[in-house]
């Protein structure tokens, strides 16, 4: 417990740090500014990893190939456990370069580095109890900014983090807007597991021990034309998601049978 109350303060001051440092290129300069935020964030996500296994033996298995055929820009969906999924699909694609992200409103406040680095790079955040003209045309302005920069824009469907690991209800309004702004993409789904166990603080430092963060490749379907297709597509990603975590949790469960 102390290692991991020891690996939250360092966390904290090296994200301040990081922030402060943010902060002071942004006045040099946007350009300076947003090049940064990318060295810094991928640094981070590089400390944190290897801190997390260090300290507790936390583990973030990237199960299968990564680099399989996947096209030159494509739109994501995952399903969403943790914040720290946002770091942990920045990482499967090798650097938070290549993505931006679909998160909540209230991350772009107050939270060291993490809120600087969602504004600079252009990550869309949308507020939960805004009206839906809101979250719509923060989602085209998104679309099209990732279409501007060559970036694969990332969205997590299920709208809220699940609290056991299963998988929700895929919602297509936000997918619909990514798609008829920001061109044709095919679809890339992900199956992330293991945030739902480190949600927040308490329960990072309860399951930090041998702890296990996965993500596996779980389809990639050509690009949806219109709103018939875009529901099929978001059923099938939802299904291969969810039969691939299904397997991981029973799994799991079989062999804390046999241990017992």
């Known amino acids: 417990m102390l ?38 964030a991928d640094d981070i996500i590089r400390q944190l990893f290897l801190t997390l ?10 199960e299968g190939d990564r680099a399989a055929d996947l096209p030159g820009r494509f739109l994501v969906v995952a399903n969403h456990q943790s914040l720290l ?8 694609f090798g650097s938070c370069r290549g993505v931006r992200l679909v998160s909540k409103r ?10 600087s680095v969602l504004r600079i790079q252009g990550h869309a955040l949308i507020s939960r109890k805004g009206e839906a003209k809101q979250a719509m045309d923060e989602l085209a302005r998104f679309a099209r900014l990732c279409a501007r920069k060559g970036v694969s824009p990332v969205i997590f469907p299920e709208g809220t983090r699940s609290r056991t690991g299963s998988v929700g209800v895929f919602h297509s309004a936000g997918v619909r807007r990514i798609l008829e702004e920001g061109g044709t993409l095919p679809v890339v789904a992900l199956a992330i597991d293991g945030g739902w166990k480190v949600r927040n603080i308490r329960s990072l430092l309860k399951n930090l021990k041998d702890g296990r963060y996965r993500v596996r490749l779980a389809g990639i379907y050509p690009a949806p034309a219109g709103k018939k297709e875009i529901l099929e597509v978001l059923a099938r ?24």
């Open 3 to 40: 290692r991991s109350i020891w690996f939250v303060a360092c966390a904290v001051c090296l994200f301040l740090l990081y922030d402060l440092l943010l902060k002071a290129a942004r006045a040099l300069g946007t350009g300076r500014g947003e090049e940064l935020s990318f060295r810094l």
């Open 237 to 260: 990603a939802r299904a291969s998601i969810s039969g691939i975590i299904d397997s991981w949790h029973a799994r799991e469960s079989g062999s804390y049978t046999r241990g017992e």
């Open 106 to 115: 209230e991350l772009g406040r107050f939270i060291p580095l993490v809120s």
């Open 53 to 62: 296994r260090w300290i507790g033996g936390f583990r973030f298995l990237y």
């Open 85 to 92: 999924d946002i770091i942990v699909v920045m990482s499967y």
